[in-house]
């Protein structure tokens, strides 16, 4: 294109291009760091979450187990973990494993499936323990 | 500009990419600044201050009493309790709100101050909010157990009954007795004054009426709340036909004396947990019954010797002596887990149903195996009452005080 007195505008040297570039590159990681480090921290807060919920109910499980006569038979575990799932929005799942009052499985979750929590508790260990 | 004279000239278009670059180095530059730190890192922090302040409160058995003050009608205990360990161990910029139950709500209304009403505008003008939770099995409110206090047996055995409900009962338990049988069956139709049993326990027994059978199985036991018996409850009331604790008590019964110690066979049921591998019992003053057992997997009646044992699948305990070595009985059902009842026996009665076969608070109080005859007791009466769940809820909220 030719370029006439009257018409004014920018000649883009070859040197300007090459400081902008390397700025577009930075502009774009820049944003990249932002969104990973949300996404950390998220995490964060959800595997905390799950971490916690899931340590909880095995004390609450061991409580229930160990110091009272409260059942812990699959009906009573299942009702256990729905009112954790209604609490926290987690995913969680108890039962018995084996026909067995002293074996739980503990499963806890986040509904994306990001972070979980699983054990089967022997809790005739926890009587070992004690004694 | 001459030749000796040296500078530079800034051309319009790298004025401009200087412009690119500065603005670049801003956007950089306010990664590492306060604003968006805080909007990764501030809430995670407030967070942690949620579930750690909650976990720190678990963890030294703060939140046990708050809950054993709710469950003693105690709130006012209970609120300054969470509020002075809340505020010991948040730091003064953030604030806090405490809720306990659901459905019923037990507490509600702990805030770092005494103005609620203050204090619940500033929760709910929170730019942000961060939230614990935990469920506890725990009571919050107490645990009604009728007990059946049978006054034409001797007064001795009487008045060890008497001391026996006594050594059971728990702070959280709110135990009513009576020796009124007419009263007894109006609690378990109906209640009486809003008041109904979350468990039954009958220590002992003669014979009561079939009316009386019948509201405890038919209508209590299957709709409402469970039942632990025990002593010659079922040996007495031999002519009601029903498989009641999976036992059809039609005859042959028999009453033996002699046994000196139950074996606890299996330790991985809740009632048996914690007891020892035998419990003492003062078998030579009183007896211990064989009964016709239902067998749950299959409806058939049999009566559990030793060799049955592995066959009857509810039981926790059998009455071990060397002489009848070969004759041994069922002395302690509860359901194990996994079996499916049969032969008759309602799922929920199956469910909510533990029978000792011993004159237990007898033997207690007669200062044989008394402590694991109470802990036996106390565990088989929380079995059959269904348990309880409730969430407990810590907000926190960055925030100023109110005024």
Known sequence: MCLNRDRRGFVLSGLALLLILPAMLLSVSCLAMVARGGETVSSQIISDKVHATGLSLEDTIEWMWLQSGVPVDNGTLWRLADEWENTTGLLV??????????????????????????????????????? | MKNDQRGF????????????????????????????????????????????ALGVMDQVGVL???????????????????????????????????????????????????????WSNL??????????????????????????????????????????????????WDVRRTSDEGEFRTYLLSGIGGWSPDAVFIPDSLDLQDATIDALIWNYNINHGGVVGGGGFLYNNQSYNFPFFGIWILPPIDAKYGYESMHIVDHTHPITATSPEY?????????VYEYLFLNPLTGEKATPLVDNLA???????????????????????????????????????????????????????????????????????????????????LYVWRGGEAN
């Open chain 2, 279 to 287: 419990v003492d019992y003062a078998g030579d003053d009183y007896p």
């Open chain 2, 123 to 172: 929760f709910e003008s929170a730019e942000e909010r961060a939230v614990a939770s935990r469920v506890t099995t725990k009571r919050l409110a107490p645990l009604k157990v009728l007990v059946w206090v049978d006054t034409r047996l001797p007064s001795n055995q009487v008045q060890m009954i008497e001391d026996f409900i006594d050594a059971i009962d728990k702070p959280t």
């Open chain 1, 93 to 131: 799942e108890v039962s018995n494993v084996d026909d067995n009052y002293a074996k739980v499985h503990v499963l806890v979750m986040d509904p994306l499936g990001n972070a979980r929590f699983e054990e089967v508790m022997e809790l005739t260990e926890f009587l070992e323990n004690q004694a």
């Open chain 2, 64 to 118: 046990d009493s708050i809950i054993e003050s709710i469950a003693t009608d105690n709130d006012s205990a209970a609120m300054e309790m969470a509020r002075d360990n809340l505020l010991a161990i948040l730091p003064p910029e953030v604030q806090f709100k405490l809720v306990v139950g659901d459905e019923t709500v037990y507490l509600d209304n702990v805030y770092p101050g005494t103005d609620n009403l203050e």
């Open chain 2, 311 to 393: 066959y009857w699948p509810g039981t926790g305990g059998y009455w071990w002596w060397w002489f009848y070595i070969d004759q041994d009985w069922v002395a302690l059902t509860a359901r194990r887990s996994g079996i499916i009842a049969h032969g008759g026996i309602p799922e929920n009665t199956y469910n909510r149903t533990v029978l000792f076969n011993a004159h237990m608070a007898q033997s207690a109080m007669d200062g044989v195996g008394t402590g694991e005859w109470i802990t036996l007791a106390q565990r088989a009466i929380e079995w059959v009452s269904s348990a309880n769940f409730e969430p407990i809820k």
């Open chain 2, 9 to 52: 000239i800034f051309s319009l278009d790298a004025t401009l990419a200087v412009l690119v670059i500065m603005m670049a180095m801003a956007g950089v530059a306010r990664v590492g600044g306060p604003e968006l730190v805080y909007g990764q890192h501030g809430y995670l922090r407030l967070e942690r201050y949620a579930e750690d």
